[in-house]
């Protein structure tokens, strides 16, 4: 019936540049939190399959609604649209870490949450990109009251209205 015979066959296979991949995470902080409890790794949220890839990283802020300020009761807090522009910068994508500044967050009062999301992008060094949701709250706590030093300076023949320090300014 028919012999065998043995043939070279070439298979090339062509590589392409896939997607980075990026998973939602969470963060969840203090006003007084620590910065190394206030940054967040994306390069534990993220993957290349592409051998050789260097993922950078990249955030943004939605435009609007962005913050959700709930107070110890559940009740909203108002917040003022000047302070919004400080909470914001307070975000930054710092190499690969999400990083939160928690000092603009001071005013929160004690058993109150300020949550957001960011928008993380992950781009590979071929420029293929994906994005996602990182939900960051930061819980305000009960900081201690502070005063500072003042004078009252009297003579001997001054009112009883003049001889009062009014402690509040």
């Known amino acids: 019936f028919g012999g065998l015979s043995a043939k070279d066959v070439v298979i090339t296979l062509q590589g392409e540049n896939d997607l980075p991949t990026i998973t939602p995470g969470t963060l969840l902080l203090s006003e007084d939190a620590s910065p190394q409890s206030s940054t967040l790794d994306l390069t534990k949220y993220s993957f290349d399959k592409d051998l050789g890839d260097t993922l950078f990283y990249t955030r943004s802020v939605a435009a609007s609604g962005e913050f959700t300020f709930t107070s110890g009761t559940g009740a909203p807090l108002t917040v003022e649209l000047q302070k919004l522009d400080e909470l914001r910068a307070s975000f ?9 500044d928690p000092s603009p967050w001071q005013f929160l009062p004690a058993g109150s949450t300020a949550t957001t999301t960011i928008e993380c992008t992950a ?5 293929a990109r994906s994005s996602a949701p990182f939900t960051v709250t930061l819980q305000g706590l009960n900081d201690a009251p502070t005063i ?5 300076l009297l003579s001997e023949d001054a009112s009883p209205q003049s001889s009062t320090l009014d402690l509040t300014k």
């Open 148 to 152: 500072t030093p003042g004078t009252l």
């Open 123 to 127: 781009t590979d060094s071929e420029g």
């Open 92 to 100: 930054r994508v710092q190499g690969r870490d999400l990083t939160v």
